[in-house]
């Protein structure tokens, strides 16, 4: 059954049940519908086909969840777009996906519209609520007076979302996934959770992003959840709502537990109602997981690992495992997913060493969109090479070491260093440029840029930063900045990296 039948069922089951709430709207199963079904008939009558690309760039909000189903319910192809990237990105994001419509928000149409500037495959820009431009719809004014179901037909085949992940290379890449693959991830996801139709849950992380979007937001609309969007994270907010709410679910990275037990008088709030929580996107540090549990008085913790291009499938740490092996990443795969840590022969590592995580199964991305070489060096065999190198203990159990890919995670955010690098190699005066994460307290990591100048060549720290600010998204631009005279490389010219963490943030090579 497809994900758009499901929602005109839960319309129809539980009706007067509370789907979504969003600051002071709120939207019953069958006025969550109706809706998504007027603004799924407007996108039809702009001329919207199936298996056309739909882009949405906003922060997370009603307009957000209803606009993603809406394109789902006509057979269109969703690609979120992160909202935190200037146009230059958004450019490059909009004509890789072949998107053909984009839906914004007010705050973000100016960055989207000079991100469209010379696009070819454009043909209609929605703002929500309201456009400041003629050269964008109205939110409202594309809203159908049709209620009914739309009638398209999609098939497990069709292709569903296409969900972007940055590569080495600098540019990201689309991890396209199909309707059966995401029934898959719904089922297997929800299933290993627990999650029921009972749950209510509090979406503060980026509905853009894949933790948030697939493990949490899509089965909480298919079982019939409760969900409340925040569009930002706010500490003091989300210990409001959980307890006004009686939200059982919640799923953060380890920075937004963080900030949680920074909140004055914490004893304040009644926390009761949660029962299982779950972190990912950056290593959990075992002091902050411990005080987490004691806030929220559970330890049904769940410790997810898994990637873009899984789903995010991988591994993950159960409640009980937490227990005795705190601090590991996991034991076992996501459902309708194995996995596997191999040496560079392909073969499975003995307990103690060192290898690759890969990943096979049902939920693991089609490919790349229209990337096939970056596919094939990634899927081989049907196995997903993760790049995150891994060792496994007597009993089985995963720690993630390392990140092959060079990539770092700052508040939970991906970030590939050599996209920075090749901005900073963009600056006239600067000659070299490699950039690392550095251990920082609160985000996880931040970006740390090592410069060399060019002879006779002075550039600032702020000059350098207001450079990147320019041409990268806030998140990416180096908090860091060093400038020495030479990097250090290999016989072979090749920077070497670890050299650069011993020096700046006492890491050891592996």
């Not at 890969?358 to 997903?384: A, F, H, S, V």
């Amino acid at each position: 059954m497809s994900f758009g039948n499901v929602l005109s069922i839960n319309a129809q089951r539980h009706p007067d049940k509370l789907a979504l709430i969003y600051q002071d709207r709120t939207y019953t199963y069958m006025e969550f519908n109706k809706l998504v079904n007027r603004f799924a008939w407007g996108l039809q009558k702009l001329g919207l086909k199936k298996g056309e690309k739909l882009a949405i760039m906003m922060a997370n909000s009603d307009f957000f969840v209803i606009s993603y189903c809406a394109a789902i319910k006509i057979g269109a192809v969703v690609v979120p777009v992160n909202f935190r990237l200037v146009s230059r990105e958004v450019e490059y994001i909009l004509d890789q996906s072949d998107s053909v419509f984009v839906v914004c928000e007010s705050e973000l149409e100016q960055v989207v519209l000079d991100g469209t500037k010379t696009s070819t495959k454009i043909r209609k820009i929605i703002t929500a609520p309201n456009s400041t431009t003629s050269q964008s719809l109205n939110y409202f004014d594309v809203l159908s007076p049709i209620e009914a179901d739309p009638q398209i037909e999609t098939s497990l085949d069709d292709d569903f979302h296409i969900l972007y992940t940055s590569g080495t290379t600098g540019q990201p890449k689309g991890a396209l996934f199909d309707h059966k693959r995401i029934e898959k991830l719904i089922n297997g996801l929800s299933g290993v959770m627990g999650q029921s139709s009972q749950d209510r849950i509090l979406h503060v992380a980026p509905l853009f992003h894949c933790a948030q979007l697939v493990i949490y937001l899509l089965p909480a609309l298919y079982l019939g959840m409760t969900n409340v969007i925040h569009r930002e994270f706010n500490p003091v907010n989300v210990l409001k709502d959980i307890e006004k709410y009686k939200i059982t679910l919640f799923f953060g990275v380890p920075t937004m537990y963080n900030y949680l037990l920074q909140v004055p008088n914490l004893d304040e709030y009644d926390l009761s109602s949660i029962r299982g929580c779950s972190y990912g996107a950056a290593p959990m540090p075992p002091e902050i997981l411990m005080k987490s549990m004691r806030l929220f008085n559970t330890n049904q913790f769940y410790s997810l690992c898994g990637l873009t291009e899984g789903g995010p499938t991988g591994v993950y740490l159960s409640p009980e495992d937490h227990e005795q092996h705190l601090g590991k990443t996991g034991k076992t795969p996501l459902l309708y997913t194995v996995i596997k840590v191999v040496n560079e022969m392909d073969e499975q590592v003995s307990p103690g060493e060192v290898g690759e995580l890969i990943l096979k199964g049902e939920t693991i991305m089609k490919e790349y969109y229209k990337k096939p070489k970056e596919t094939g060096q990634t899927i081989k065999n049907g196995w997903l090479y993760t790049g995150d190198l891994a060792v496994v203990d007597e009993e089985g159990y995963i720690t993630l070491v390392d990140r092959s890919k060079d990539m770092l995670i700052s508040g939970g955010e991906n970030i590939y260093s050599v996209e920075i690098e090749n901005v900073l190699y963009e600056h006239s005066s600067i000659l070299e440029a490699a950039v690392i994460g550095t251990p920082d307290s609160k985000w996880g990591e931040i970006v740390t840029a090592i410069v060399v100048l060019k002879p006779t060549h002075k550039l600032s720290i702020e000059e350098i930063q207001a450079f990147c600010r320019e041409k990268l998204a806030g998140y990416k631009i180096p908090r860091i900045i060093e400038i020495i005279d030479q990097l250090p490389r290999n016989a072979s010219g090749k920077v070497q990296k670890f050299k650069l963490r011993e020096l700046y943030c006492g890491a050891k090579s592996k």
